[in-house]
Every structure is written in structure tokens, then in C-alpha cells.
């Protein structure tokens, strides 16, 4: 089961971790959310994201989220890329995104990351009265 590491600015990745507790009634495993606070340089996370990755990582490797592309907390996570073997990051995240994450864990990292993707995707829409019923799985 691949790890889970969510990285966004303050306080977006711990909010996205609590909601996720909400709906399954408590925090998975190897889910851990690391705040970018907008004080604090860069490189003083580096190794805080570092530390996160080996704390959720495992053989079946790690899907790690993050907010914006191109901003801090994407660029934390490709030097995570880079440095380590089985990583997949997405950029972009949004609560159907991580919910699809947690629900399909059980698979492969590259797979998990493409179901993630769909979710992340599916999430977003206009609703008005002829709007499909989603489920977050």
C-alpha cells in the first residue's frame, strides 16, 4: 500500500488530512500532511519533507499531493522526486482528489496516482439541478 503525503501551503494540508479523519472516522495509515507556512524559506522544509517521505514510504513507494504547480510546495516535492526512487507527485489537490487516493491505496503507486488524477478531476464541476449524484470513490 502506497504511503500518502499531502504538502500545501498552511494550513491546507492538514485541513485536507482532518477531513479525510472526518469521513473514514479516523486518519488512515501512512497519510501525513506537511504544512508550508509563507514565513519560513524553503529550504528550512526541505528536510521536513524529507523525514515526512521516509515516515509514509514503504516498498509500494509514495503518491505525494500538493497544492500549485510550480509553487513551494511542488518544488519541495519534485526535489523529493528526484531524490528518491518511487515517488509520483500531483499537483492540484482537492478533497475528492485525496479521498480517491485513500479509497484505492491498494494498488499500485503509478496506478493509485491515475485513479487520484480521475478523481481530482471528476471533483470539479458546476452544479445546478441536472447535475449528476458523484460519488467519492
Do not use: W
Amino acid at each position: 500500500m502506497p504511503g500518502i503525503l499531502i504538502v500545501a501551503h498552511a494550513p491546507l494540508a492538514t485541513a485536507l488530512r482532518d477531513c479525510v479523519a472526518h469521513v473514514h472516522g479516523a486518519c488512515p495509515p501512512r497519510l501525513h500532511a506537511l504544512d508550508i507556512e509563507a514565513d519560513v524559506p524553503a529550504e528550512a522544509f526541505a528536510q521536513r519533507a524529507a523525514d515526512a517521505l521516509a515516515h509514509v514510504g514503504g516498498d509500494d513507494g509514495v503518491l505525494v499531493l500538493v497544492d500549485a504547480a510550480g509553487a513551494t510546495p511542488c518544488n519541495l516535492a519534485r526535489g523529493l522526486l528526484r531524490a528518491h526512487g518511487s515517488v509520483a507527485v500531483l499537483a492540484g489537490v482537492n478533497l475528492p482528489m485525496l479521498l480517491r487516493a485513500v479509497c484505492y491505496r491498494d494498488e499500485p503507486l503509478q496506478s493509485l496516482a491515475a485513479r487520484a488524477l480521475e478523481g481530482g478531476k471528476r471533483g470539479i464541476t458546476a452544479m445546478d439541478d441536472n447535475a449528476p449524484e458523484a460519488a467519492a470513490c
